[in-house]
């Protein structure tokens, strides 16, 4: 995984989806500080990772410190411009690559995002002060009603920002005693904000994918319960 082979200690064994090859074509990203899903610093076992799409370009252990983690280019292999198949889905110059982290206490993947993003070009360096590990969600919503809830969720959790502009194929939320509509392009109600704690009844005209992603999971949430029907949520992954 990246320079481990050349780890004397051989102690630097990273995620298998973390492995890519060496190129002649690349760049470093310096990146200055990180955190984790919790908002916490990473730790030294941890990994940064920086991917063209699905494809690893480039990794690095975290040291508890800043860290220069490559990101390979694409390669020809003569003058026909065939790819090096060993740089195949690798960086050209212009894309921008994304970052993930892999959180060895927890033994998960997840996304990243930088305070600063840069095109790839070969030969250059680029810092970037912070990298905050984002937990991504994706919930499948059927047509008609379906009940869900967020394990995680945004900095901004409006009713804007979590779903989206009205109209679309969202008509309505309804919570414990709060509910949002869709009507004539507007959202109406007392239901502004999705909260991490709280269920929902999502009714919607056509099936839905909605995602999105937030740095606040817990799944140690506490709930506090009322008398009578409380609609909570689920706070664990699966």
């Known amino acids: 995984c990246g320079d481990c082979d050349n780890d004397p200690e051989n102690d630097c064994v990273g995620p298998e989806e973390f492995t890519f090859n060496q190129s002649s074509s690349q760049a470093?990203?310096?990146?200055?500080?990180?955190?984790?899903?919790?908002?916490?610093?990473?730790?030294?076992?941890?990994?940064i990772g920086l991917f063209n799409g699905d494809v690893c370009v480039g990794a690095r252990q975290w040291p508890g410190e800043a860290v220069d983690v490559p990101a390979m280019g694409l390669t020809d292999l003569d003058d026909d411009g065939i790819a090096d198949p060993w740089t195949e889905g690798y960086l050209l110059v212009g894309d921008v690559p994304t970052f993930k982290i892999y959180d060895a206490s927890e033994?998960?993947?997840?996304?990243?995002?930088p305070s600063e993003n840069y095109e790839f070009a070969d030969a250059q360096m680029y810092f970037i002060d912070e990298l905050n590990g984002m937990l991504e969600y994706e919930l499948d919503l059927n047509a008609g009603l379906t009940l869900i809830s967020f394990y995680t969720l945004?900095?901004?959790?409006?009713?804007?920002?979590?779903?989206?502009?009205?109209?679309?194929?969202?008509?309505?939320?309804?919570?414990?005693?709060m509910a949002v509509a869709c009507v004539d392009g507007q959202w109406i109600g007392t239901l502004t904000?999705?909260?991490?704690?709280?269920?929902?009844?999502?009714?919607?005209?056509d099936t839905e994918v909605l995602s999105g992603a937030g740095n606040n999971y817990n799944p140690g949430r506490v709930y506090d319960l009322h008398y009578g029907a409380n609609l909570i949520s689920y706070p664990a992954l699966v």
Not at 28 to 47: H, K, N
Not at 154 to 177: A, F
Not at 193 to 205: A, C, H, K, Q, V
Request: aromatic share 12%.
């Open 28 to 47: 470093f990203y310096f990146v200055m500080s990180a955190t984790d899903m919790y908002t916490a610093p990473l730790d030294s076992g941890d990994w």
């Open 107 to 113: 033994d998960m993947i997840y996304s990243a995002i």
């Open 154 to 177: 945004p900095d901004d959790n409006s009713i804007q920002n979590v779903i989206g502009e009205c109209p679309g194929n969202i008509l309505g939320i309804m919570t414990e005693g």
């Open 193 to 205: 904000e999705l909260d991490l704690t709280d269920g929902y009844w999502i009714i919607s005209e």
